[in-house]
């Protein structure tokens, strides 16, 4: 049990954010709503707004997590916590994303998200993978079989092969493809 005092005088209303239940609302005489921040275990101020007058009312929006209202005598006011400046360190749970994806430079997809656990239990570990997705999808056969050529560590008979299929040395190509398999010979240099 914590106690905590983030108002001068009387507190008029507190609020639990359903959505975030380490974030607490409190309106009090001293004209401010402040969002405390349970999360740390010692409850420290996350956001606080002044007004003219004191407001004797707080509650979080039940369908907008960072929405709240406030009443004072004769008003509804409607307000947003991120538009407040924000001192503590706690980030809210509908900023955290459980999973996601994006794109990156040269054909990159990062995706990430949480360890599949059992649905009770919150997970406890994440993932996070690097995919190349290729911007040319024919070159993908004959890159799958260059890994496989690697793979086996035969880069000699990759060379040699890429050299007949060119038309033997007479070529350029066949004779530079024939140049580099020369350099995975057992007595290359």
């Not at 209303?13 to 009090?28: E, H, K, R, T």
């Not at 999360?39 to 509650?59: D, K, Y």
């Not at 924000?86 to 430079?105: D, E, H, M």
């Not at 086996?152 to 060379?159: P, T």
Request: charged share 20%; net charge neutral.
């Amino acid at each position: 049990f914590k106690e905590t005092a983030p108002h001068t005088k009387g507190v008029l209303s507190v609020a639990w954010n359903q959505m975030d239940p380490n974030l607490i609302l409190s309106c009090g005489k001293d004209n401010r709503v402040v969002c405390t921040s349970i999360a740390s275990g010692s409850p420290e101020t996350w956001c606080e707004m002044s007004a003219q007058q004191h407001s004797f009312e707080v509650e979080w929006a039940p369908h907008k997590a960072a929405l709240f209202s406030a009443a004072s005598s004769g008003t509804v006011g409607i307000y947003s916590v991120q538009q407040q400046q924000n001192a503590g360190k706690y980030c809210p749970r509908w900023y955290r994303k459980r999973c996601g994806v994006g794109f990156g430079f040269g054909g990159k997809l990062l995706s990430f998200g949480a360890k599949a656990t059992d649905a009770a239990k919150p997970p406890t570990a994440s993932f996070c993978h690097s995919l190349v997705v290729p911007s040319e999808p024919e070159i993908v056969p004959t890159a799958d079989l260059f890994e496989h050529w690697i793979a086996e560590r035969r880069l000699r008979e990759y060379c040699h092969d890429k050299t007949r299929r060119c038309g033997g040395v007479a070529s350029h190509e066949g004779l530079m493809w024939e140049l580099m398999g020369s350099q995975f010979e057992e007595d290359g240099r």
